[in-house]
């Protein structure tokens, strides 16, 4: 992580899982952790996602943390930041927290939302982990994730090296959520692996670009929006998927015609109900099979 030397960095952020539930009901995008918590982990970049069951979502919701944790807070627009230790108020983090608001929303040409989004910060995986274990769901044994219920939006994460890597991804899919609760599983993630990455990358990715390039070498490169908008169970989304659904939001944000043609899908997605295919949009641009060589042509670049 470059250009940013108050948060150590020593490797990239690991595999990732991911659960969702139905709108109104749960959401959660974790981060699995390679720190000594005694967590396990794929070995890949993402590991498989899971679906909360629906008699787990009471526990899911639970993480609301308590004694015996000293608390400090720090208001900043629509964020209320928890801290188990003192972060200052004009710390370089918090900056990059709330600027992402104007980042995420500014390419999705969407109102901000003034629905308040708690983040809780912990100062490392285990302290986390005393509350997310009291709910006896292992897909809480996290380093960080997402949790939307019907009356909040709640983003948790330990102070680790990928602590700024984190907090990017979750705080994006809660400031995507903040406006609009049902967007299609590959634009929210892609839309989240694009702003993970420091702002100066302008969402370039090197670890799915190195992947995805491998895969195009390998002649397994499936670039099919149509396969990535019909994965609709988090349980579903793999390695490649979170990597495509990367490289389909840079391409569509790389040029003025198609980031518009972005920003109008998503300001018309329903907010209950099977949202729309992003296709047919396409098709005015041109044929699929012209663009999809078009998105396989940004893996030359950086």
Known sequence: MSGYDWVKSGRGHGPRANAGAAARGVWLWAAISLSAVGLTCSGCLHSTLRTIPADLRNAASAPAPSE??????????????????????????IEEMVNLRTDVLEVL????????????????????????????DPI?????????????????????????????????????????????????????????????EVGRHPLHSQYLRQRQLDGGLDLSLARLESLRDPATFAQADYAQSWLWVRWLLSR????????????????????????????????LADIEAQVAGGLVGP
Request: without cysteine.
């Open 140 to 200: 809480l044994q996290r380093r960080a994730y997402f949790l939307q219920t019907p009356d909040a939006l709640r983003v948790y994460a330990a102070w680790t090296y990928d602590v700024a890597v984190d907090l990017r991804h979750e705080l994006t899919h809660a400031y995507i959520h903040s406006v609009q609760p049902q967007v299609p599983l590959w634009l929210d993630e892609g839309l989240a692996e694009y702003f993970e990455v420091p702002r100066a």
């Open 256 to 287: 003025t015609e198609t980031a518009e043609l972005l920003a109008e899908y998503f300001a018309n997605l329903p907010k209950v109900g099977e949202p729309a295919s992003l296709l047919p949009r396409l098709a005015a641009i041109g044929p």
């Open 109 to 136: 040409r969407a109102t901000p939302s003034t629905e308040p989004i708690q983040v809780y910060l912990f100062r490392n995986p285990r302290e986390l982990a005393q509350i997310t274990q009291r709910t006896g």
């Open 68 to 93: 015996p944790l000293e608390w400090h807070r720090v208001d900043r627009g629509q964020l209320a930041i928890h801290t188990t230790f003192y972060l200052p108020p004009t710390h370089p983090l």
